[in-house]
């Protein structure tokens, strides 16, 4: 059984594989000194705000000949059938199956809507969902390239994705980790919120604490819960991502995106399509996805004006 570590960062976890199986890997922190290889947690001596973790990879029954299509901080994804996932968690430490606790009861309030994962059930090895078949959009974009796209998927995912957090937003859930990583696309190119474990739903008292990746998060008080304000600043850079093919600043270290961001400097969007709905989630200057919702549906029949007139 292949083991792997964890590092526990701001209440996230990090893999890290060796680059070739072994029989037995030596783990070790950030300074060289091996790390225990006895289940429990431990401080990395070179950046003690890190805690550092060795688990052993598990395959729960249910997972067609152990067949992994995806893997995240907290848990993976495995084949049950054509239609179906088992995303279950990578060890069975408390904030694993916390974040699956989380996750279960925010999809059981959401429901069934055509921009949310499906739920449909658990089991005591993990959660039951429905699967997309052309997997998460950020690989999806970078595998395919956005010229071989068909015409108009680009603005039909980015009404679906206002759509979605239109959606959640209503039902009083706060995604806190929106990003093309987390939104899956089907087999008809159809976008789907997902990963939720790490969400805020304040009327439940349900707090799964993640933060967004540093190209997509609003410079805030990070101990605070996040907001519908750190939501749309994802989304615009989600959007970012799905009209023009990369993340914001994507060449630029993370540190000094941080230091762009805290001082108001984003990408320039004036030559991108729906430009203005990014700025307006970057800037501030919009309350809602919902107003966003509205602000894209005024362009699209704008648009299908001129395009008669034209024609």
């Not at 540190?255 to 700025?279: C, M, R, W």
Request: one cysteine or more.
């Amino acid at each position: 059984m292949e083991s792997m570590l964890h590092w526990l960062s701001n209440a996230m976890w990090y893999r890290l594989r060796p680059a070739q199986p072994q029989a037995r890997v030596m783990w070790r922190f950030s300074d060289g000194s091996p790390v225990p290889d006895d289940g429990k947690r431990h401080a990395d001596p070179g950046n003690p705000c890190n805690t550092v973790k060795i688990v052993k990879d598990k395959m729960p029954p249910e997972v067609v000949n152990g067949i992994i299509i995806g893997r995240g901080n907290i848990a993976c994804i495995g084949t049950v059938d054509e239609t179906t996932v088992l995303k279950f968690p990578q060890d069975d430490d408390d904030e694993f199956l916390e974040a699956m606790h989380i996750e279960r009861q925010i999809l059981t309030h959401l429901g069934d809507h055509p921009r949310i994962i499906r739920y449909l059930g658990y089991s005591s090895n993990g959660t039951y969902l429905r699967r997309a078949e052309n997997g998460d959009l950020e690989t999806f974009i970078k595998n395919s390239g956005l010229e071989d796209l068909p015409t108009g998927v680009q603005t039909k995912w980015v009404r679906q994705l206002l759509e979605g957090v239109t959606y959640i937003h209503l039902m009083g859930i706060i995604h806190c980790d929106l990003g093309p990583r987390n939104v899956l696309v089907d087999k008809d190119l159809n976008l789907v919120l997902s990963d939720f474990g790490g969400s805020y739903f304040k009327a439940k008292q349900l707090d799964g604490k993640a933060l967004e990746s540093v190209r997509y998060c609003l410079p805030r008080d990070y101990e605070q819960p996040s907001t519908i304000r750190s939501d749309l600043f994802a989304l615009g850079c989600t959007i970012y991502f799905v009209l023009a093919g990369r993340h914001p600043y994507e060449s630029e270290e993370e540190a000094e995106v941080q230091k762009l961001y805290e001082n108001g400097h984003f990408p320039a969007t004036d030559t991108i399509s729906l430009g203005t709905i990014i700025s307006d989630c970057w800037t501030g200057n919009v309350e809602s996805a919902a107003d966003l919702l509205d602000q894209l549906k005024v362009h699209m029949k704008r648009r299908q004006i001129q395009a008669a007139m034209a024609g």
